[in-house]
Nanobody, 120 residues
Framework: QARLVESGGGSVQAGGSLRLSCVASVSTYCMAWFRKAPGTDIEGFASIDKFDLKNYTDSVKGRFTISKDDAKSSLYLQMNSLKAEDTAMYYC?????????????????WGQGTQVTVPS
């Protein structure tokens, strides 16, 4: 079981950028980013596997980039061109096996979340 700790959230104006980090206690096959805005369901939007294969949903494709540093057991999310609708609590999650996709039901290990706010 992986322990995950996110950081890097904050408040940024629309059009700005943020970089989130997630440090894992152990290496895993797959890691992903999710977010949850008030009143909405949790949304998975990016995943990356041990072979560096990445998946994105259309909501973030072209604006967000998922990456990892295996030596640091760290996952990153570079967020550019932020919009008010990106405001949410952002979570990283880990999974020890295939498949690797940003689907909530696939993940058992979660971080505590980091808040991203983009004022409208």
């Amino acid at each position: 079981q992986a322990r995950l700790v996110e950081s890097g959230g904050g408040s940024v104006q629309a059009g700005g950028s943020l970089r989130l980090s997630c440090v894992a206690s152990v290496s895993t096959y797959c890691m992903a980013w999710f977010r949850k805005a008030p009143g909405t369901d949790i949304e998975g939007f990016a995943s990356i596997d041990k072979f560096d294969l990445k998946n994105y949903t259309d909501s973030v494709k072209g604006r967000f980039t998922i990456s990892k540093d295996d030596a640091k057991s760290s996952l990153y999310l570079q967020m550019n061109s932020l919009k008010a609708e990106d405001t949410a609590m952002y979570y990283c999650a880990a999974r020890g096996q295939r498949p690797c996709r940003p689907l909530e039901v696939d993940f058992l290990d979660w971080g505590q979340g980091t808040q991203v706010t983009v004022p409208s």
